[in-house]
């Protein structure tokens, strides 16, 4: 799968930056993060064979499960804390977000917009849970246990006090004018850069 | 094939406690070769009833090669191939270093219950003398599971400059009650033998077998999970224990395994040796000294693998976590993971293919890149 949003979150990295990883997998991105933007990096990944990975790749990743609490980061270790389209698979996503904000100055969210036309369609005409290239588990097996859309997303950031600082949207190659101007519908991917509120 | 070494130190060594040796002297293995920058020393520091023998074999008739044989040889995670391995026993050890079993200066009395009451930091320092010893001058890493893994924690915290990379197993910042309370029965055990003769048993020719037995049954207890043991002996009965007339009696594998493991271990190891190095298993804290463990850990630089293992109740993932929270409080770089097993605090010592696979892959980053 290409992953469009890594590119956007890429962008959004401030070099020499400290980036905490939240869900690295193999470590593939923390470690291009690392190498293009020469940050210091810290994974945290639960399935033990990625994260042996991670650690073949000189990575530290710690083996924790996110929807714990992430109480062993304190407040404001990182410039930056990153969660790509891991969201969905949070038991409680507004925790997590939380949490995020507190540990990091800033943090990076990417996820996919079940708003987006193709899911309005699929569920509306054939009346059945979307499955596409993108998400191809059926609704009862699938990690993606939490999807939101674009405005569900900005509704819970504005109710949790966080700021959003950027939003970016990837769309198809036809659509990426539209994806901008009505990212609700027309993005199949949202990035954003947020803050906690006042910060 | 390995033969032991003996490093002879004729500077007094002085205790925490104040106790002073003239002269002491620890017996070592080293596996590979130290290379000509003195970059690839590795320190393994060994547990409760470990030795200096942790890998390879003394001669062809040795049927069980060194206690980490698993972990330490040519290609394995901690690879003789590219790195020096040091092993020392600790002093106050049974194995060949000064402690309760070598005579006292001037006499040929044993030690006995005379030997000073060493402390992790007090092996620590005694370790740094060997590797001055051996002409090495920082460790690539210092490795240990369990009461090794506090040594490798002491010696990132008091000698930060020494200790690239730091590897603690199975191990705790300190001792919860329960675990006191367990080597207390053990100490008991021991103590109430009386065989123990006030710890002056070599020195009347007796040996308190029954109650090192005793306090190993207790111990090895407390290595393994409950599932583990349910896996390994369930109710099995001992096959001889079943007799035609009845009149035998039966004996589960468990018991005989623990009894097996006891009257082995009765005869290896030294009653006074158990009694302190569980006490100075005791008596361990890293964050003495220090407001808290955070602080004490904020002095080291080295690079940290912790592995807990999930089944392990004795020095529960949870300890393993206290460290991995203090070093990430102080922005220490540390990865962690928790082992998936049944194998309970002996997890570091067996085979399992996920524990070795990620010790070998982190263990690439220590020593020369090659």
């Known amino acids: 799968m290409n992953r469009l949003d890594l590119n956007r979150v890429l962008d959004w990295v401030p070099q020499g930056s400290s980036v905490l990883d939240l869900g690295c997998g193999d470590g593939a991105f923390l470690q291009r993060l690392c190498s293009e933007r020469g940050v210091t990096g810290v994974g945290v990944e639960i399935d033990a064979d990625n994260l042996i990975c991670a650690v073949q790749k000189g990575l530290d990743v710690i083996q924790e ?14 410039d930056l804390v990153i969660l790509t389209h891991a969201l969905q698979e949070l038991t409680h996503p507004h925790i997590a977000l939380r949490r995020m904000v507190q540990i990091g100055k800033e943090a990076i969210v990417s996820f996919p917009n079940f708003g987006h036309w193709f899911c309005r369609m699929h569920l509306g005409f054939k009346g059945r849970m979307p499955m596409s290239r993108v998400m191809p588990r059926n609704w009862y097996d699938t990690p993606n246990i939490h999807f939101c859309t674009v405005r569900d997303f900005e509704a819970l950031c504005s109710e949790l006090d966080i700021d959003i600082i950027e939003r970016a949207t990837v769309a198809g190659p036809a659509q990426s004018w539209l994806g901008k101007l009505w990212p609700n519908l027309f993005a199949t991917s949202a990035v954003y850069r947020i803050c906690q509120s006042g910060q | 094939m390995v033969t032991p070494q003996v490093a002879h130190f004729t500077d007094p060594f ?36 470990g030795s200096h023998h942790a890998a390879g074999v003394h001669n062809e008739a040795e049927q069980r090669p060194g206690w980490w044989d698993l972990a330490i040889g040519p290609g394995k995670p901690i690879d003789t191939d590219r790195l020096f391995v040091v092993s020392s026993n ?19 009395t044993p030690w006995g219950s005379q030997f000073p009451q060493p402390q992790v930091r007090d092996w620590v320092r005694s370790q740094k003398l060997l590797a001055e010893y051996l002409g090495i001058s920082r460790w690539a890493a210092v490795i240990g599971g369990s009461l090794g893994g506090m040594q490798a924690l002491q010696w990132a915290v008091d000698f930060p400059d020494w200790v690239e ?25 021991i103590l109430s033998d009386p065989d123990f003769r006030g710890g002056e048993y070599l020195a009347q020719s007796a040996l308190p077998a029954r109650g090192v037995a005793l306090a190993r049954m207790v111990g090895h207890l407390t290595y393994m999970s ?3 043991m349910s896996d390994r002996f369930g109710r099995e009965l001992r096959e001889e224990s079943f007799s035609p007339d009845g009149n035998q009696e039966r004996v589960f594998q468990v018991e005989s395994y623990l009894r097996h493991q006891g009257d082995r271990f009765s005869t290896r190891f030294d009653a006074n040796t158990y009694v302190l190095m569980t006490r100075a298993l005791d008596l ?36 393993s976590i206290e460290i991995r929270d203090a070093l990430m409080a102080t922005g220490k770089p540390v990865t962690y993971a928790n082992i998936n097993t049944d194998n309970g605090h002996d997890g570091f010592l067996l085979p399992d293919p996920t524990y070795e696979r990620l010790l070998s892959e982190w263990m690439q980053r220590v020593g020369p890149s090659s």
């Not at chain 2, 925490?16 to 970059?39: P, V």
Request: charged share 15%; net charge negative; aromatic share 10%.
């Open chain 1, 65 to 78: 499960d996110i929807n714990d609490g992430l109480q062993c980061f304190p407040a404001q270790r990182f």
């Open chain 2, 14 to 49: 002085t205790f925490s406690n104040g106790a002073t040796l003239d002269q002491h002297t620890l017996i070592y293995e080293t596996y590979g070769e130290l290379n000509a920058a003195g970059t690839n020393a590795v320190l393994i520091c060994h547990a409760l009833s």
């Open chain 2, 90 to 108: 600790n002093l106050g050890g049974c194995d060949g270093s000064t402690g309760p079993t070598t005579p006292m200066p001037g006499s040929n």
């Open chain 2, 165 to 189: 990379h730091c590897v603690a197993l199975a191990s705790a910042p300190g001792l919860t009650a329960q675990n006191i309370a367990f080597n207390e029965i053990a100490r008991h055990a």
């Open chain 2, 226 to 228: 409950a599932d583990g």
């Open chain 2, 284 to 319: 361990f804290d890293l964050s003495e000294g220090y407001p808290d463990l955070a602080t004490a850990l904020s002095k080291a630089t080295a690079n940290f693998l912790l592995l807990s293992f999930s089944s392990d109740w004795r020095f529960a993932p949870q300890r």
